[in-house]
């Protein structure tokens, strides 16, 4: 009772996470470590390989290594703190520590649905209007869109960030989820948020299904020119480079779309934290892979990097 007492009254949350304290969970949590670790090595060497090869110096990998450096610091804003949470039996996190983490989430999703509209565009210009590409996708233009992603990203997490931490919060304070995120926050809520919740869509709308629509727009124009080209190599490295940019959309837009366009009372605990999963900790794992593995100049470029590492030795 005490202890209760001490938390009703205390301005830290209560994060009750998504890992049961056994075998079970600590197995989970041991995979979504390798999980973590593979992301923040994979995103971190792709981002190395286009800073050190001349031939990724273009507007398609710019956009893309700062994709993988949204997602490096999305799953470091989320991971950490869960894992220790989950080792040290403490489930707790400081009003403070909340308020970041809810800050730099909504920066890093919001960045990241607006840069995947951004590289639609940009494999739109390369494959239906090639001859203007230079032009319409110089490096200035695609410095510009990036810039914009964070500055409008950041404004939109600024906002929410301000109201939600006003919000007058009834109880324990316990979230029951495995990071501070806005939806779970609501629930705890003393006073009406109707009208916030309007807010959140009229976001949703602009941060996800403006961008969806015009990503499906961008790549029903690409696969219309892609059937009309006599090639079948060109179709094949236009098909391949589209589906793993759809891929990843699909897998992120997917779980996004899902959790913040329902209702508060449409929320329940155990499926946010599993869509959660998807989009801040799965998603930033397979980003790299998918760029990379299906890409051939990104493999010419680490096979050249490791041969110069392996000369060098040598």
């Not at 999980?35 to 110096?57: E, K, P, Q, T």
């Not at 990998?61 to 450096?69: A, K, T």
Request: hydrophobic residues 50%; glycine residues 4%; proline residues 4%.
């Amino acid at each position: 009772m005490l202890e209760e007492k001490n938390h009703t009254f205390s301005k830290d949350f209560i994060l009750l996470g998504i890992l049961d304290p056994n075998k079970y969970g600590f197995l989970f949590l041991s995979f979504l470590l390798i999980i973590f670790m593979v992301a923040i090595m994979g995103n971190s060497i792709l981002i190395l390989l286009i800073r050190l090869d001349i031939r990724l110096h273009t507007p398609m990998y710019f956009l893309l290594s700062h994709l993988s450096f949204m997602d490096i610091l999305h799953i470091s804003n989320i991971f950490p703190k869960m894992a220790n949470n989950f080792i040290s039996g403490r489930k707790s996190i400081t009003f403070t520590g909340c308020g970041f983490q809810v800050f730099f989430s909504l920066i890093f999703l919001g960045a990241e649905c607006l840069l995947l509209t951004v590289m639609s565009y940009d494999r739109y210009v390369a494959i239906c209007h090639p001859l203007r590409y230079p032009i319409l996708m110089s490096h200035r233009i695609s410095v510009i869109m990036a810039a914009s992603c964070w500055l409008v990203a950041i404004i939109n997490s600024t906002i929410h960030t301000t109201y939600v931490l006003y919000i007058p919060f009834c109880g324990t304070r316990a979230i029951d989820h495995f990071f501070c995120e806005v939806p779970a926050m609501l629930k705890l809520s003393c006073v009406d948020t109707s009208h916030y919740e309007r807010g959140v869509y009229v976001s949703a709308v602009f941060f996800l299904l403006i961008p969806f629509s015009i990503i499906l727009a961008s790549y029903g124009q690409i696969l219309r020119t892609v059937l009309h080209i006599k090639s079948m190599e060109a179709q094949k490295k236009a098909f391949s480079t589209c589906s793993s940019h759809l891929t990843v959309v699909v897998m992120y837009y997917g779980p996004f779309i899902f959790t913040y366009m329902r209702p508060k009372s449409y929320h329940t605990p155990g499926q946010d934290k599993i869509l959660a999963v998807l989009y801040t900790i799965l998603t930033p794992m397979l980003n790299p892979m998918i760029y990379s593995l299906r890409n051939k100049d990104v493999l010419c470029a680490m096979k050249k990097v490791l041969g110069s590492v392996l000369m060098h030795r040598n």
